[in-house]
Each structure stands twice: as C-alpha cells, then as structure tokens.
C-alpha cells in the first residue's frame, strides 16, 4: 500500500519540479501559464496519494475535497491570467500598428 | 469563548465586505453608495473585534460546531486584532478616497466588487486558524489584487500585474505543497493541533522543516523580500492611487502576517538561528537596496514603492532577535515594536499613496523633478506627504520611531549590533528620499490660498498620515496590553 | 554573432537550473517518504466517516465540500468570481464567433440539451456517489462554450443586469444561509442536523448556477455583449439556414 502511494505521490513531486522548471526557464507567457498548472497538478496528485488507504478501505475524503477546491481555484487563475495576457497582446498589437 | 455574541465579529469582518461585494456586482448602479456603507459596516466589525479582544482575550471559533480536526477554525488574538484594526481604518480612508478618484462608470463599477473582495480576503487571512483555508484566502487575495491593479487598462499596468498574479501562484502553489506535507505528516490542517503535533514529534524535524521552507518561500514571494521583489515597484507604481495605497500598505503586509505567524505559533519548536539569520540578512540587504532605489526613482509613485521594499525588509530583522530573546517583558517589547512599526507603514505608505495619487491627478504627472510649486497648489497633500514621510523615516513621535528604537535597544542587548548600522543607513538613505520630494515640492511660489483644497480625496490622505504620526506614536501603550491578552508569544 | 554567447549563457542557467530543481525533487521525494511513515495514517478519514450520519449527504467528499469545511468553499466561490469580475474590468467581449452551419447547429441542439440534464443528474447524485455542484456546473458551462462557440456571442446567457445577480447567487445564497444560522443561534454555516439536507441541496444549487455561468461567462472574455448583440427570435428560427441542408424535419404548420 505504501509503495503505491510512494510512486504516486512521487511521480506528483516530479511534476511539481518540472512545472517549476518550466516556468523558471521558459519565456512565452502560455507556456509559463501551462507550467504553472502542471506544477500545481503536482501538488494535487500528491494530495490524492495521501488519500489513499488501500484497497480495503475507503480513501480520506478530506484531500479530496481540497484537491476540488484547488482546482477551481486554479482554474479561475488561470482565466484572470489569460485574460490579461490577451489584453497585454492587444496594446502590444496596437504599439506596433501606431 | 462560546458566546455567539463575543465570536459574532470574528464572522462579520468577513461576511460583511463578501455581502457587500456582491450587492456591489449585482447593482453596479448604486456601487458608490453600496459600497461605502459596506466599507463603514466592514470597519465597524473589525471595531466590534479589537473591543472583543480587548476585553476577554483570544477568540476562537470552530465553524460548523464539528471536532477541531475536522473543521475550520477562525481565530483572532492580539496580534491579529491589532493589525485587523490598521487594515479596516486604512481600508475605510481608502474607500472614501475612492469615492472621489473614479469618475468613469464602467471603471467605479469594476473597482468596488474586486475591492470589496480584497477587503474579505484580508481579514479571512488574519482570521484563519487552518492552514488550507489560508490557501484559499492567499488565491483571493492574490487574484483580486492583480485583477485591481490591472485597473488602469495601460499596457505597464497590465504587464507588471499580470508578472505579479503569476509570482503570486508560484508562492501560492509552493505554501500548498508545505500544507500537503504537513497533513501527510500530522493528520490535520488546524493551525493549533498542528502545532501541536509538531512539538510533540521532535523526530519529524525534517519534514517539518521542508514544509516551513516552502511556505516561508512562497509567503516571502509575496511578501517581496529581496530578491524575490522585483515584481513589487512596477505593479504597485502603476495601479490607481487608491490600489496602489492596498497593495503596498496592507497586502504586502498581509504576507508577512502570515510568515510571522507560522514562525511564531507552528514552527516554534523548530526554527532556529541559521534560517532567522538568513531571512533577516535578506531583509537588511531589502532596506538598504530598497531605499537606494527609491532614493534614485524618478517618479514619485515608484519611489513609494521600492520605499515598500525597504519597509518590509525592517519587519525581518526582528525574527533573529525574537529567536534571541528568551520569553519575558524584553521579548514582549520586541513584539510590540514589531507590530508598531507594521501598522505605522501600514497607515503611512496608505497616505502617501493616496496624496501621490492626488498629485498625479493635479498635476497630470508625478514626474518628482516637476513638481515644483506643489505645497502652494496642494498644501494639505503636501503636508500628507511630509507626515507620512517623517513616519518613513522614523522621527520622533512617530509609531516607527519607537519601533526602530527598541528594535536598535533589542538588538545590542543580544550582541547583534550589525543590524543598528542596518537600521541607521536605512534611516538616513529615508530621509534623503522624503526630503528630495519634499525640497521640490515646496518651490517657491506664492503662500497658498487655502489649505484643503478638495476635502474628499485630501482628508484620507491626511488622517492616515497623521495616525502614522502622532497617534501610534504618542498612544501606543494599548498595543502591549492588546499583546499581553494574545497569545502572539506562541508556545514559549 | 553577437547572441551566440548570450544563448550559450542562458542554456548554462538552464542546465544549472534543471541540476538544482533535480536535488530539490529528489529532496523532497525523501521528505515525503518520511512524511507518510509519519504514522499519521487515519488522519482525517475515521472522523470524517464517523460524523457522516449527522451531515445531511451520504458521500464524504460532498459532506467536507459542504459541511466540515464549507467556509472554505464559499471562499472558493468568492475566487470565482473575482476572477470573473477582473476579466470584466479588461473591457468587453471579442465579438465572437460567426454563425454556425447547419451540421454543428444541429448536433449543438442535441448535445446542449444532454449536457443541462446529465448537469442536473451530477448535481443531485452529488448527495450520496461522486458529483456535486462544481462537476454540474463545470457541465454547464460547458454547454456555454459550446453554445459560443456556435455562434451566440453571449453563450446562450441572459443580459448583463441578469448575468450579474446569477453570478453572485452561489455566494449569496452560501453567506445568507451561513449568517441565517448564526441568526438562529445555530452559529455560522452550523446546519441543524435535520435541515442539513435541503439547506445544503439549496446552495449546492445556487452555486452550480454561478459557477456554470461564471465559467460560460469567462470564455466568452469580456464584459457581455449588449442586447443588439444577441440573435433575436427571428434570428433562430430562421436559423437552421436553407430548410434543404437542415437536419431536422421540417416542422409542419409553421
């Protein structure tokens, strides 16, 4: 039961440090938008290995829920972040035709 | 601690500015209006908390009437209640302020609900007693704010916020990973039993100190401390007077409230000198780097701004000495002064945002070489900006000068007589800065006609300067018995 | 070339980027190890399975989403929104996409209807199996995106003055109801045990509202479009373009 859950959770902690890289290293705002959910998909599968009791027992519902709560707000982040990512594009857009 | 009338404040000061955002949104009509009622009824609540505190000491309320484990818990001690009190007074100044600073319909209607919202944020932060809930409250606030600095619609506006919302989800992001940590180690997400667990399992000291490092990284992300601050002078330079002066004086803040607190009620059994050191060190080079650049700015905004810098960096060098000093009166006094100089800053950058926002809107610029001529146009602003600077500064009787004299008094008693000459080139570098502002602008022109000129926007920027001044300054003495009922000592 | 060494430069930065982020998984893989041989194995589990009788909702998850820990979901909603209302504060709407054919009409009528009954299906099975507001009202908003993407500049969403008071509802109804208990005595989101249900279906309701409309509303990017904007009667029923190409069988009697 451990091992499953190391190997899981593990594999989330992988994920988290590749988001970080790829958001450290990478310039264009998607892929620093796309970096930064795969780093916060780490943190959420980690919390989902945790919830895990084995087979026997139902998993905690606790990291759950909270793995739902994280995702809607990430997903309202990420909609403010492409938003204004769009925006910075059209004043760009308007710099360049002036 | 059970009676629901004692704990009802704990409730309001956050479901009063979350009702009031949403009356906001859904009448954008009568948004002014709405607006200011919530923001007197919000300031009301957080009145109707200090007292609460002030007279039976800590509140703490377990929401939902389940175990302490498993549900949320809002807690407000001294130290919460002290800064809550700052927050909702400067938020009331500001909202005020707001009243007069937006002209355009559809601008008035998107600055209320995001305010509003921040506002709620804010005080569910100081309030949190769980360690995900203070997630939820760090995402809102970090949204929000973007989102309101972002206001302007310029293309700098735009680019510096939308650097500081993603900043903000990769400190978010890494405190979670701390939170998942803990929970895998302890088995709840309640501040207190946490702490709790913690001290009791001497044995986990590893996880335990990689959790509080990635939650003190991503809060100091947010909190901008050098070098993570690099983020901070261009999204706070070039949002709205008003969002400016939320940002820098309770935002910032807002984060470094919430690392004080893990170092001080979670962590206590396990922060030693080597990380305080280190946090203070980065704190020092903050104050110094800081204050250089605000003295080199350009424009007076951005010179509020890397002051902010500086000012935050002073609320570092205190955990070193917290961590020399044993338990006591002498450790009391540190709290204090700490709180002190936090809630001067807090009430003095508001000021000087809000008058800079009022010398930008006169002038059409805040080019700090231009200004000549402003304290004969403007004098009460002018005189804001004198006030809040000399509280920058540190002079006697401002709130920050008894702050900055106990921390020097603290830090030669524990023999670490580095930071006073931290202290007193910090000091110095401020005055260079607030007096290059103010030997432009009193140019010499004609004696002005009338001292307010527009008493809306000019008396919240006033009132706060002043509290920053003399009254925290000549009536702290409350804040030690406001510390003495918290329990802001920790485990000690 | 004059880039040649800054390239080679940032590639080292990278490389020594990927070295120490390389240490800090390894690092911290090792901390988690320690961490689940902790011994705090139960954690929350046996509690939250223990006090499932007196939550009102048979499925654990729901009753942490909506009970031990609903503060924390109506702030969660509260982050919606303002994420919402800061997309709203960038200015309005891109017009929009043109018109849909014939062929993505048709499977549009088909599938949008489908999607507000299987949304309807998750948020009352949310109660006792997997489900609840956030799958409904991510279904929901959804069948928005695809209405957009049909064609309907406002994702089949009423007008601004409406869409405000939806959006704030989850909110609104979470916050009435928390402070209608404290009213009560019952303290804030404090449900009784035998109201625990409807109070919980009610905001579970109100909130799959506002989350569908604010993820609907997100996509369309912008303040709404005004009402001159939307297609109006006449425009859909002379939709389905040229009767000919149109997948429906005519309507006889119209």
């Known amino acids: ?98 | 601690m059970s009676d629901p009338l004692m704990t009802a404040p704990l409730v309001l000061c956050i479901a009063l500015p979350l009702l009031g955002a949403l009356l906001v949104t859904a009448l954008p009509r009568w948004s002014v209006s709405l607006g200011i009622v919530s923001a007197l009824a919000t300031a009301g609540a957080a009145v109707a908390l200090t007292a609460a505190v002030w007279q039976q000491g800590t509140l703490h309320l377990i929401l939902g009437g389940w175990d302490a484990t498993l549900a949320i818990a809002l807690h407000a001690d001294g130290l919460a209640a002290a800064l809550i009190l700052m927050v909702n007074l400067v938020g009331l100044g500001i909202s005020v302020y707001a009243t007069d600073y937006f002209h355009d319909r559809l601008r008035v209607g998107a600055f209320w609900p995001l305010w509003l919202l921040l506002w709620a944020a804010l005080n569910g932060l100081f309030l949190a007693g769980d360690l995900f809930n203070l997630y939820v409250m760090l995402e809102l606030l970090g949204i929000a704010a973007a989102a309101l600095g972002a206001l302007t619609g310029n293309r700098d506006a735009v680019a510096a916020n939308l650097r500081y919302l993603l900043v903000g989800l990769l400190g978010s992001i890494s405190y979670l990973l701390g939170v998942a940590l803990l929970y895998t180690a302890h088995g709840t997400l309640d501040l207190g039993l946490v702490a709790q667990r913690i001290a009791a399992a001497p044995e986990l000291f590893a996880v335990d100190a990689a959790a509080m490092t990635l939650m003190v990284a991503g809060l100091a992300l947010k909190a901008a401390l050098f070098p993570l601050h690099f983020w901070l002078p261009p999204a706070h330079a070039n949002a709205p007077a008003p969002v400016s002066a939320a940002l820098s004086a309770l935002v910032v803040k807002a984060a470094f409230y919430l690392i004080l607190r893990l170092w001080l009620d979670l962590f206590w059994p396990i922060t030693g000198m080597a990380a305080a050191m280190l946090l203070a060190s980065l704190g020092a080079v903050a104050i110094v780097w800081g204050s250089w650049r605000a003295l080199r700015a350009e424009r007076l905004k951005l010179l509020a701004a890397y002051s902010t810098v500086a000012q935050i960096g002073y609320l570092f060098l205190f955990l070193p000495l917290l961590t020399a000093t044993p338990p006591g009166p002498a450790r009391d006094d540190l709290l204090a002064a700490l709180l002190l100089m936090a809630l001067t800053h807090g009430f003095a950058k508001a000021g000087f945002f809000l008058a800079a926002g009022l010398v930008q809107t006169h002038a059409g610029h805040d080019r700090i070489d231009d200004l000549g001529g402003t304290a004969q146009r403007l004098p009460a602003t002018t005189f804001a900006i004198a006030m809040a600077g000399s509280a920058l500064i540190g002079l006697p009787p401002s709130g920050s000068f008894i702050g900055k004299w106990l921390l020097m008094q603290s830090a030669i008693a524990t023999g670490q007589w580095w930071w006073v000459v931290v202290v007193t080139t910090g000091s110095l570098l401020a005055s260079a800065y607030v007096f290059r502002v103010l030997s432009r602008a009193f140019g010499l022109e004609p004696t002005p006609v009338r001292f307010v000129t527009d008493a809306r926007a000019e008396v919240p920027a006033l009132t706060l300067a002043l509290v920053s001044v003399a009254v925290l300054g000549l009536a702290s003495g409350p804040l030690w018995r406001l510390l003495e009922l918290g329990s802001a000592g920790g485990g000690a | 070339m004059s880039a040649d060494p800054g390239a080679a430069r940032r590639r080292d930065l990278s490389l020594l980027l990927a070295v120490l982020l390389a240490l800090l998984g390894v690092a911290l893989t090792i901390i988690y190890f320690m961490a689940l041989q902790a011994g705090a194995a139960p954690r929350l589990a046996d509690l939250a399975y223990a006090r499932l009788p007196g939550t009102g909702v048979q499925n654990p998850v729901t009753a942490v989403l909506l009970n031990y820990r609903a503060y924390d979901t109506l702030m969660e909603l509260a982050v919606l929104l303002a994420a919402l209302l800061g997309i709203w504060s960038l200015g309005p709407a891109a017009p929009g996409f043109q018109r849909s054919g014939a062929v993505l009409a048709g499977m549009v009528s088909w599938i949008v209807p489908l999607l507000i009954v299987t949304g309807g299906y998750l948020l009352w099975v949310g109660g006792y199996a997997p489900g609840g507001a956030f799958q409904a009202g991510a279904l929901l908003g959804a069948a928005g995106v695809i209405v957009r993407l049909a064609g309907d500049p406002r994702a089949g969403l009423p007008a601004e003055a409406a869409q405000r008071w939806l959006l704030v509802l989850g909110v609104l109804v979470f916050t009435l109801v928390g402070l209608g208990l404290m009213v009560f005595g019952a303290g804030f989101l404090t449900y009784p045990p035998k109201l625990a249900k409807w109070l919980i279906l009610a905001i579970e309701m109100a909130a799959t509202v506002a989350i569908a409309v604010a993820l609907a509303a997100a996509y369309v990017g912008g303040r709404p479009p005004g009402p001159e904007a939307r297609p109006t009667a006449a425009d859909e029923d002379a939709e389905p373009q040229p009767p000919a190409s149109s997948p429906r069988p005519p309507v006889p009697g119209r």
């Open chain 1, 1 to 98: 039961m451990l091992t499953a859950q190391f190997l899981y959770g593990g594999a989330g902690l992988a994920l988290f440090v590749l988001g970080l890289w790829s958001f450290l290293v990478h310039e264009p705002l998607l892929r620093k938008i796309i970096a930064l959910n795969i780093t916060g998909a780490g943190v959420f599968h980690v919390l989902i290995a945790i919830a895990y009791r084995g087979d026997a027992a139902p998993p905690d519902p606790v990291p759950h829920a909270l793995v739902l709560t994280g995702i809607v707000v990430a997903v309202s982040a990420t909609a403010l972040a492409l938003m204004l990512g769009a925006r910075l594009q059209d004043a760009e857009d308007e710099d360049r035709s002036r």
